[in-house]
């Protein structure tokens, strides 16, 4: 059985320059920001749903960047990761998302994210 990814949900980095960035994605690029309680990054949310994240060093745990891939069940996917020798997290959650990291082969950390019913 494999995970089944309905898309991408989420994008961020974490850099030491994080007013800068949060200014240029705002100003420049012209993102509109969207809080979301529990989430220690600036977030924006792009036209088609997803969204990017700005987070300052060690934010986003051991990583510079981050992937969420948006799944329907959550604790499934995390099932079938485990079955398949990955190592996982335990799930968190945001106000609007539940969510987990992962290690995948090429040695980076990843997400599987699940919206949140309300």
């Not at 700005?54 to 079955?83: E, N, Q």
Request: proline residues 6%; hydrophobic residues 40%; negative net charge.
């Amino acid at each position: 059985m494999s995970v089944r990814v309905l898309g991408l949900v989420f994008a961020g980095t974490a850099t030491a320059a994080r007013r800068e960035m949060v200014e240029f994605l705002r100003d420049t690029l012209g993102l509109t920001p969207a809080p979301d309680g529990g989430v220690e990054a600036d977030l924006f949310e792009l036209p088609d749903g997803s969204r990017f994240a700005v987070a300052s060093p060690g934010g986003m745990g051991d990583t510079r960047r981050s992937i969420g891939f948006f799944v329907a069940d959550l604790d499934a996917a995390v099932a079938t990761l485990r079955a398949a020798g990955v190592e996982v997290d335990e799930p968190a959650q945001s106000d609007r998302h539940r969510y987990v990291h992962f290690r995948a082969p090429d040695g980076e950390l990843y997400e599987l994210v699940e919206e949140r019913p309300g």
